[in-house]
T-cell receptor
Framework: ETGVTQTPRHLVMGMTNKKSLKCEQHLGHNAMYWYKQSAKKPLELMFVYNFKEQTENNSVPSRFSPECPNSSHLFLHLHTLQPEDSALYLC???????????????FGAGSRLTVL | GESVGLHLPTLSVQEGDNSIINCAYSNSASDYFIWYKQESGKGPQFIIDIRSNMDKRQGQRVTVLLNKTVKHLSLQIAATQPGDSAVYFCAESLHGSSNTGKLIFGQGTTLQVKP
């Protein structure tokens, strides 16, 4: 309902699996983000894409690999994850305007990932 | 270093009462602040924001107050309703940040509304 759709909503995977999370935004925004939300911890920024170009990688392990084929779609490819990677992964988008400073993020409902 | 924190992890209020959720920040150079609400099973949803050139901003049933002297931010919810039950996050943006992704989020306060 927010205009940012994430699939799947729930994912259970083993440590040797390869899976992907998908995010699609219907808001015409030019920036997209991946956040990690773990219990009792603040939201952690993982990756930022502006106009399909990655502008931020917040020291994320290489077992997480983002892909942004266009301004409306964002993927997070997962491989050889660890149990501590279990969390809610949130996608967000925003409309960035040069010189305007921070703008409102619109979040999706998240993908709940469990790594066994 | 910078930190954004909420004073209480859980706040319980009676339906119809006013709620006040507090947030402290440590970086006096932050120039943008925002409140999000996250209901169970959903992503964070924008409530209200405020820039550092203001000290108060009102929305529908919500008011954000900014006290730059003591680096304090609060969210006031009038006539709290059961639908207000959620986790509330404050976030700050550092001065000079060119990208919204530089928002620093607090840990969140859980608001419980008793009928």
């Amino acid at each position: 309902e927010t205009g940012v759709t994430q699939t799947p909503r729930h994912l259970v995977m083993g440590m040797t699996n390869k899976k992907s999370l998908k995010c699609e935004q219907h808001l015409g925004h030019n920036a997209m983000y991946w956040y990690k939300q773990s219990a009792k911890k603040p939201l952690e920024l993982m990756f930022v894409y502006n106009f399909k170009e990655q502008t931020e990688n917040n020291s994320v392990p290489s077992r997480f690999s983002p892909e942004c084929p266009n301004s409306s779609h964002l993927f997070l490819h997962l491989h050889t994850l660890q149990p501590e990677d279990s969390a809610l992964y949130l996608c967000a988008s925003s409309q960035e305007r040069l010189g305007s400073g921070a703008n409102v993020l619109t979040f999706g409902a998240g993908s709940r990932l469990t790594v066994l | 270093g910078e930190s954004v924190g909420l004073h209480l992890p859980t706040l319980s209020v009676q339906e119809g009462d006013n709620s006040i959720i507090n947030c402290a920040y440590s970086n006096s150079a932050s120039d943008y602040f925002i409140w999000y609400k996250q209901e169970s099973g959903k992503g964070p949803q924008f409530i209200i924001d405020i820039r550092s050139n203001m000290d108060k901003r009102q929305g529908q049933r919500v008011t954000v107050l900014l006290n730059k002297t003591v680096k304090h931010l609060s969210l006031q919810i009038a006539a709290t309703q059961p639908g207000d039950s959620a986790v509330y996050f404050c976030a700050e943006s550092l001065h000079g940040s060119s990208n919204t992704g530089k928002l620093i989020f607090g840990q969140g306060t859980t608001l419980q509304v008793k009928p």
